[in-house]
C-alpha cells in the first residue's frame, strides 16, 4: 500500500513540474537535491544586490550561512508536513527552500520592509508557489500595536536586509517607518500545526519568541534562531527552558551537542531548538 501511494505521489510530483511557469528571464537558478519534491527553484538576482542570491550563486544552496540551509532542509524533510513560519523572510531563500523540500509544507512569511516584500512577493510568484503561502507585510513581535520600523543607511547600494524594530541594533539609521506589529500566538492559534519556525528580526528576537511561547508549547516546532553580539542570552535561555526545548549550535563545521542554555557564539549566530522529545534533525556535512 505505501509503495503505491509513493508512486502516486511521484506521478503528480512529475505532472506539476510539466505545468510549473516558467521563470521570467534573468531569474537565477538555485539547484537543490533530487530528493526533494522540486529539486530548483529561482530568485531575482536584482542586479547583483540580492546578497543571499550573490552566495548561493556563487557557492551553491548550502553556502549562504552555512550549515544552516541543511539542517534547515533536513528539519522539512523530517516534519514533511504542516507550516513553516518565516519571521523576518526577507527575500525568501528560506521560504523558498522549504516549499521545494516537500510540496505538503505551506509557509507563512512575514516581512516588513515595502521594497524588500515586493522582492518576495515576486520571488514567490515566480516559483508557482503562491497558492501555498501567505505573505505578510508587517513586523512581528510580542504584541499587536503599531510601531517603529528603524531601516540603516542605503548607502551600500545592496537590498536592505537589517531593518529593526529595535532602534540601537545599527549605528546609522537612514529613516524609520510606521509599521503593524504583530504577535505568533494570535496569528497562529490552534490548528495552525506549525512545524517550523524561522526567527531572523535583527535584535528583535526574544520579543518574537515571548509572543510565539503558546504556539511552541503547543505546536512544538523545530526553532531556528539568530542569536547575535549583544543578545539577552537570559532571557533566550528562560523561554528555552521554560518551552521544554535544548539549544543547538549550528557551527560552520557542524553542529554542537544539546544544551539547555543559550550563549552567542562569535563563529556561529545561527542555533537550532529542538523539543526535547523529538529527535535532532542530521546532516552529512
Given amino acids: 500500500m505505501c ?8 506521478l503528480i510530483n512529475r505532472l506539476q513540474d510539466v505545468f510549473r511557469p516558467a521563470p521570467k528571464e534573468g531569474m537565477v537558478e538555485i539547484c537543490g537535491e533530487k530528493d526533494w519534491d522540486i529539486p530548483a527553484f529561482f530568485m531575482d538576482p536584482c542586479a547583483g544586490r540580492d546578497q543571499v542570491v550573490n552566495a548561493v550563486q556563487a557557492g551553491g544552496w548550502k553556502s ?12 522539512v524533510k523530517q516534519a514533511q508536513k504542516g507550516l513553516v513560519v518565516d519571521v523576518g523572510a526577507n527575500t525568501g531563500f528560506y521560504s523558498l527552500l522549504s516549499l521545494c523540500v516537500s510540496r505538503r509544507i505551506k509557509v ?23 497558492k501555498r503561502v501567505t505573505l505578510s507585510p508587517f513586523a512581528v513581535s510580542n504584541s499587536n500595536a503599531v510601531s517603529t520600523l528603524y531601516v540603516p543607511d542605503a548607502g551600500h547600494g ?8 529595535n532602534a540601537e541594533f545599527k549605528e546609522h539609521i537612514g529613516s524609520h517607518q ?14 495552525s500545526h506549525v512545524a517550523i519556525m524561522k526567527v531572523d528580526a535583527e535584535g528583535h ?12 508549547q503547543r505546536d512544538r516546532p523545530i526553532v531556528f534562531v539568530e542569536v547575535l553580539l549583544g543578545a539577552n542570552e537570559t532571557g533566550l535561555t528562560d523561554v528555552l527552558q521554560r518551552c521544554g526545548y535544548q539549544d543547538i549550535v549550528l557551527f560552520p563545521n557542524g553542529a554542537s551537542q544539546p544544551g539547555n ?12 531548538w529542538v523539543p ?7 546532516v552529512q556535512l
Avoid at 179 to 191: E, F, I, S
Avoid at 261 to 272: P, Q
Avoid at 276 to 282: H, L, R, Y
Fill in 3 to 10: 509503495g503505491s501511494v509513493d508512486k502516486v505521489r511521484a
Fill in 64 to 75: 549562504f550561512e552555512a550549515p544552516m540551509p541543511q539542517y534547515f532542509a533536513a528539519a
Fill in 108 to 130: 507563512c512569511a512575514y516581512e516588513p520592509l515595502p521594497p524588500v516584500f515586493n522582492i518576495l512577493q515576486e520571488n514567490i510568484s515566480q516559483n508557482g508557489f503562491s
Fill in 158 to 165: 545592496l537590498v536592505e536586509t537589517s531593518a529593526s524594530l
Fill in 178 to 191: 510606521s509599521v503593524t506589529v504583530r504577535k505568533l500566538d494570535d496569528l497562529h492559534p490552534a490548528g
Fill in 205 to 216: 528576537d526574544l520579543d518574537v519568541l515571548h509572543g510565539a511561547e503558546a504556539l511552541m
Fill in 261 to 272: 542554555r543559550v550563549v552567542h557564539e562569535t563563529l556561529a549566530w545561527n542555533h537550532m
Fill in 276 to 282: 526535547q522529545e523529538k529527535a535532532i534533525p542530521t
